[in-house]
C-alpha cells in the first residue's frame, strides 16, 4: 500500500496506461489515505454517496485529485471555506473540474482554504484552520492550504487550487511542495468561485514539476464559458530538460533586500549557486514598480472582491438570515453573519476604493502601478528569460502569529503579487530547509521562478532541471524537523 | 420674467429581439410562467461568468448605424453595482465611458450615445399598491433578467412634450424596420424615460433636470412631460428651483411621485467588468451590419419631401415600409405623373376607401395593385373620368380587383365629352332650382353647390366640375 502512494502521479499515470497499476486499487489506497485526515484539510471527501454521483469519472486513468473548494462540483457541497455558502450544492460543475473527469482523475474530495480566497496562513476558513504537515503548530499557508497540505501531508497525490496574489505558490513553498500560479487565461476560470476576477488562476499542486506538467497539460485551453481564457498554443509537454545552459535568471534588485528572514535568504542564495552549477547564468535586473506591488494588489484585489460577493445576499442559494424583517435587513443579517471578519475587511476596503470621488485616487492608481509592474517584467524578460525570487519571506509562521496584524500578514505576498499584478506564470519549488526565525525545527523554504506570458513549457523545462539539481527530498515527519 | 423654454432628452431602452440573453444561453421569452428561463448564468450563481451574445452585438451595430453613431473599435463593459432582488450579481453588466456607439442624430436629435446592457429581472410586489412600499411579499422572475438592451441616450435637444413624443415615434419606427426589436411600449421592449428641465428662453445655459420614469405608451410620455413642465414652470415662476430628482409617472391619476432625491441617488461603483475582454467589432461585421441596413424613415422621408411630397404626407408614407413600398411601385407604374399627387391618392383616397370597406391591413395588402391606382390617377388627370367617379372606381378596385377601364366601361362612368348635351343638363338644373339661382345672384355663391349636385345626380358623376360650373357661371 505504502508503494502505491508513493508513486508520483505521473509514475501511477504511466503504469496505469502500460497496465502494470489497476487504477481501482490505486485510487481506493488514495480515498483510505484521505479518510485519514487529521490536518482538517479536507471539508468533503468521496465516500462513495450518492453525493459525489454527478462528478464520477467514466474510467479512472490518471491519479486521484483534491479539489479547492472554490471549484464548484455538480451536487456536492461547494462553501469557498465561507459560512455563506453552507450546505450550498452547485447546479453545476466548474471547468476545471470538468476537464479533470473527463481525463479520467476520480475526485477524492474538497480541500479548505481561506474564505473565499482571502488569506494567506487558512486561518481564514470558517470551517478552521488547516495544520501544515510539517509542524501542525504551523500554518500551511495561503488560501489553497489545503490543497498544500494534503499534496505535502499523504492525504491526496496532487490538487489543484487557485492563485490571485500567492495563493497557490506560498502555501506550496509552506508544505514543500511545487506549485505553479500559470498566465492569467491559460485555464478556464468558469466555475471557479470568483474573488478578484482580473487575478484569479487556477494551477496545480504537486510533488513534482513533471505531475504540474501534467495537470497543467489537462486543464489549460480556451474555454467558451470564459471568455478571458485563451489556453497555451501548442498545449503542455512533460519537461525533460537536464541543465540550465544558455538560460539566464534575474534577480530583482528591488526584491533582494534583507529585510526578510536569514534563514529563507540562505536558502535562496544556495539555489542561485545551484543555477549556476547547472550552467544557468545569474543577472540583475531592476523592477522599480514591484515594491508598490501590495498596494496595488490591496485595492484592485478587494475592489473586485467587493462586487463579486454582492451576490451572496439570502435571496437564491446559500445562507439566509434575518428572513423575517424587510429586504434591507434580510442583506444586512445574512452578510453579518455569513462572511468572516477578513472578507468584511476587503468587502469595505474596495467598496471604499470604488466609491465615487475616491475612485481615481485609489482603483484609478492601481490600475495604472498594475500597468507599470507588466512594463517592467516586460523590461526584465528582453535581458533575461527568468526572474527569480524567494516565493515567501519566512517559513510557515505559526497559527495565531500573525492573525491580529492584516499588514504583515498581507505582506507574505510580497514576492508573490508582482507575477499575479502582470499576470505572468510562476512556479514555486522547494529548494531547502531552513529554521524559522525564532528557532524551532526546520522548514521548507520556496524557490520562485517566473517567466513571460505564456511561457509556461519553458517555466516547467527549467524548474525541472533545476528540481533534480537541488535533489529536495525531505518529507513532513522523516526527521529533518 | 423672459418666457421659459422646455429642454428635454430622452433615454430609450430597447430590448433586443435575439433568441438567447446577453450573457447566457437562455432564451427569451414573454408571458411564459415565472423562472423557466434561468440558468446558474442568469441566476449569478457563484463561479458563473458571462459571455457576450454576438447577435446582440450585430444588432447594437445595426442600431448605432442607423443613428449615424460613430462605432467604438473597442468599447468596454462596466459593473454597475446595486443591491436590488432584480439583479441577481448585484450588478448589472452595462458599458459607461467607452460605450459599442458613440455621438450620431436621427432626424433633428442629436444622439449622445448608445450602449449594450442587460436587463434586470422582473419583481411583482403583492399586496398593496404593486410598489415596493407597503407590500406584503416581493416575487421575482427571472425569465426577463439578461436580456439584451440597447440604451439610447440623445442630447438635450428637444423643446417640447408633443416634440418629445413625435420623436420617439420616429425612433421606434427606425428600430421597428431595422427587425432588431419588438419596440412594444406596452410589453417593455421598449422603454422611455425623459429628462426634463426648463430655462429662460435663449439661454445656453441647462437647468435643473429632472428623470421621468414609467410612461409606457407614447400618449403618456406626452403627458407626463407635459405635467412636469408645467410643474417646473410654476415653481420656477413662483420663484422656486427645481430639484434633481427621479419621479414616478402614474398614468391613472396625471400625477408624478418622488422615487428618489440626489442625497439618495446610487452610488453605483462602476469599473470595467474583468470578466470580459474589451469588444471589437471586426470588419466583417461592419459591413454586415450596414448591408443588413433598410433605408430608413428619416432618409424616406427627406427624399419623399425632395420628390415634392408634404410633409406630413411623407412621414405617413415612410411610417411604414409596405405602404413606402406600395407608393414607390405606383410611382413607377405612373412614369411621369408627380409624385405629390400619387401620394394624395394613396394616402387620401385609397386608404378611406380601404377604411371604408373594412378592408384589413394596408394599401400593400389590397386588391388595388399599383399599376391599376397609376392608370386610374391617370385617367381622372387626363379628365377621362371626373375625381367622383375616380372614388367609385377606386372602391370597385378595392373589393373586386382588376383594372379601371373595365369598370369605367360597365359602369358607363366615362367623362362626357359632349358639350352640349350638359348644356342642356345644366339649363335643366338651373330652371328646376330658380330659388338657388335668385340666391347667387343675390352674392350667395355657396348655392351653387345646389345646382351642382343636382346635375351630377343626372350624369351620375359622369360630368367634370370644373366645366359644370364654368358653364353655370356662363348661363347667369
Redesign the interface.
Known amino acids: 500500500m505504502t508503494d502505491l502512494l508513493a508513486l508520483t502521479a505521473l509514475e501511477a499515470h504511466e503504469a496505469m496506461v502500460a497496465g502494470d497499476l489497476a487504477a481501482d486499487e490505486y485510487t481506493a489506497a488514495w480515498k483510505e489515505a484521505a479518510a485519514g485526515d487529521e490536518l482538517n484539510a479536507y471539508l468533503w471527501r468521496d465516500e462513495g454517496g450518492e453525493e459525489g454521483r454527478a462528478i464520477a469519472v467514466e474510467r479512472d486513468c490518471i491519479a486521484p485529485i483534491a479539489v479547492k473548494d472554490i471549484f464548484t462540483t455538480e451536487g456536492v457541497p461547494t462553501t469557498a471555506g465561507s459560512r455563506i455558502l453552507e450546505g450550498y450544492r452547485p447546479p453545476y460543475t466548474s471547468t476545471a473540474v470538468r476537464k479533470l473527469l473527463e481525463a479520467g482523475a476520480p475526485i477524492l474530495g474538497k480541500t479548505n482554504m481561506d474564505e473565499f480566497a482571502m488569506g494567506s496562513s487558512n486561518e481564514n476558513s470558517a470551517y478552521g484552520p488547516v495544520l501544515n504537515p510539517w509542524d501542525r503548530g504551523r500554518v500551511p499557508g495561503g488560501s489553497s492550504g489545503g490543497s498544500a497540505a494534503v499534496v505535502a501531508g499523504g492525504l491526496a497525490p496532487w490538487a489543484i487550487g487557485t492563485d490571485t496574489g500567492g495563493s497557490i505558490r506560498q502555501p506550496a513553498a509552506f508544505c514543500g511542495i511545487v506549485g505553479l500560479k500559470p498566465t492569467y487565461g491559460a485555464i478556464s476560470r468558469y466555475g471557479m468561485i470568483a474573488f478578484a476576477s482580473s487575478l484569479d488562476q487556477c494551477g496545480p499542486l504537486t510533488r513534482t514539476v513533471s505531475d504540474a506538467a501534467l495537470l497543467l497539460g489537462i486543464l489549460q485551453g480556451h474555454d467558451p464559458c470564459d471568455s478571458t481564457s485563451v489556453g497555451i498554443e501548442g498545449g503542455v509537454s512533460l519537461p525533460d530538460r537536464e541543465d540550465l545552459s544558455g538560460l539566464r535568471f534575474g534577480v530583482p534588485a528591488e526584491l533582494r533586500g534583507d529585510d526578510y528572514d536569514s534563514g529563507v535568504r540562505a536558502v535562496f542564495e544556495q539555489t542561485l549557486k545551484r543555477i549556476e552549477d547547472l550552467g544557468g547564468e545569474i543577472a540583475e535586473v531592476s523592477l522599480p514598480s514591484s515594491e508598490h506591488g501590495i498596494s496595488a494588489y490591496y485595492v484592485i484585489a478587494p475592489a473586485e472582491a467587493s462586487s463579486n460577493l454582492a451576490r451572496y445576499d439570502g435571496v437564491r442559494y446559500g445562507m439566509r438570515a434575518g428572513g423575517d424583517g424587510d429586504l434591507l435587513q434580510m442583506y444586512e443579517t445574512t452578510r453579518s453573519e455569513g462572511f468572516g471578519p477578513e472578507v468584511k475587511r476587503r468587502i469595505m476596503l474596495g467598496t471604499y476604493a470604488l466609491s465615487s470621488g475616491y475612485y481615481e485616487a485609489y482603483y484609478g492608481q492601481a490600475q495604472k502601478v498594475r500597468t507599470r509592474i507588466a512594463e517592467d517584467f516586460t523590461g526584465a524578460f528582453a535581458g533575461v528569460d527568468f526572474v527569480v525570487t524567494p516565493t515567501a519571506p519566512s517559513v510557515a509562521f505559526g497559527l495565531g502569529e500573525k492573525t491580529d496584524d492584516p499588514l504583515s500578514m498581507y505582506l507574505n505576498d510580497f514576492f508573490t503579487v508582482p507575477m499575479s499584478l502582470a499576470g505572468i506564470p510562476a512556479i514555486s519549488i522547494p529548494a531547502g530547509l531552513a529554521e524559522p526565525e525564532g528557532g524551532g525545527p526546520q522548514l521548507p523554504v520556496g524557490f520562485q521562478i517566473a517567466a513571460p506570458a505564456f511561457a509556461e513549457q519553458k517555466l516547467l523545462d527549467a524548474a525541472y532541471a533545476l528540481e533534480q539539481g537541488i535533489g529536495f527530498d525531505a518529507k513532513p515527519g522523516d526527521g529533518n524537523g | 420674467m423672459a418666457e421659459l423654454e422646455a429642454v428635454i432628452g430622452l433615454e430609450i431602452h430597447v430590448q433586443l429581439a435575439t433568441k438567447t440573453k446577453m450573457f447566457c444561453g437562455c432564451e427569451l421569452s414573454f408571458g411564459d410562467e415565472p423562472n423557466v428561463h434561468t440558468c ?1 448564468v442568469c ?10 451574445n454576438e447577435q446582440a452585438v450585430r444588432y447594437a451595430l445595426q442600431i448605432g448605424l442607423a443613428l449615424g453613431c460613430e462605432i467604438a473599435p473597442h468599447s468596454i463593459f462596466h ?1 454597475k ?1 446595486y ?1 436590488y ?1 432584480d439583479s ?4 448589472q453588466i452595462s458599458q459607461y465611458d467607452i460605450p459599442i456607439c458613440g455621438p450620431g442624430r436621427l432626424g433633428e436629435v442629436r444622439i449622445h450615445r448608445a450602449h449594450l446592457e442587460e436587463d434586470a429581472a422582473k419583481t411583482i410586489h403583492v399586496g398593496g399598491s404593486g410598489r ?1 412600499h407597503g407590500s406584503a411579499a ?1 416575487l ?1 422572475d427571472f425569465n426577463r433578467g439578461g436580456t439584451p438592451l440597447v440604451e439610447i441616450v440623445t442630447e438635450p435637444d428637444l423643446r417640447g412634450a408633443a416634440e418629445a413624443a413625435e420623436w420617439a415615434r420616429l425612433l421606434r419606427e427606425t428600430v421597428r424596420q431595422l427587425g432588431v426589436s419588438d419596440v412594444n411600449m406596452e410589453e417593455g421592449s421598449l422603454r422611455v424615460d425623459a429628462n426634463v428641465s426648463v430655462r429662460p428662453a435663449g439661454s445656453d445655459q441647462l437647468g435643473t433636470k429632472t428623470e421621468l420614469k414609467n410612461m409606457n405608451s407614447f400618449r403618456f410620455l406626452q403627458r407626463g412631460i407635459e405635467a412636469e413642465l408645467a410643474r417646473q414652470r410654476e415653481l420656477v415662476e413662483g420663484g422656486g428651483t427645481v430639484e434633481q430628482e427621479t419621479l414616478h409617472f402614474d398614468p391613472a391619476s396625471g400625477s408624478l411621485t418622488s422615487l428618489r432625491s440626489k442625497e439618495e441617488a446610487h ?1 453605483y ?3 470595467p467588468e ?4 474589451p469588444m471589437a467589432p471586426t470588419e466583417e461585421m461592419l459591413r454586415e451590419a450596414r448591408e443588413a441596413l433598410p433605408e430608413l424613415p428619416a432618409a424616406r422621408i427627406a427624399r419623399y419631401e425632395e420628390m415634392g411630397l408634404a410633409s406630413d404626407v411623407a412621414l405617413t408614407l415612410a411610417a411604414d415600409p409596405r405602404t413606402s413600398g406600395y407608393f414607390e411601385n405606383v410611382v413607377e407604374a405612373a412614369d411621369g405623373i408627380e409624385p405629390r399627387v400619387l401620394a394624395n391618392w394613396v394616402t387620401g383616397e385609397l386608404a378611406a376607401a380601404l377604411r371604408q370597406a373594412e378592408v384589413e391591413g394596408g394599401a400593400a395588402d389590397s386588391r388595388v395593385t399599383p399599376p391599376a391606382l397609376a392608370t386610374l390617377v391617370r385617367m381622372v388627370q387626363d379628365k377621362k373620368i371626373s375625381h367622383g367617379s375616380g372614388k367609385t372606381v377606386l372602391a370597385a378596385l378595392v373589393s373586386e380587383g382588376g383594372d379601371p377601364e373595365p369598370i369605367v366601361e360597365r359602369e358607363g362612368l366615362a367623362q362626357m365629352s359632349d358639350s352640349n348635351e350638359l348644356e342642356a343638363i345644366v339649363e335643366k338644373a338651373m330652371s328646376e332650382n330658380a330659388d338657388a339661382v335668385e340666391k347667387i345672384r343675390e352674392g350667395n355663391n355657396k348655392a351653387i353647390g345646389a345646382i351642382v349636385g343636382a346635375v351630377m345626380r343626372e350624369t351620375k358623376g359622369r360630368a367634370d366640375g370644373g366645366e359644370v360650373n364654368r358653364l353655370i357661371q356662363e348661363k347667369l
Open positions: 446558474p441566476l449569478a450563481h457563484p463561479g458563473v461568468l458571462p459571455v457576450v459593473r453595482n443591491f432582488p441577481p450579481k448585484a450588478y415596493i416581493s421575482v452610488d461603483r462602476y469599473f474583468p470578466d470580459l475582454v
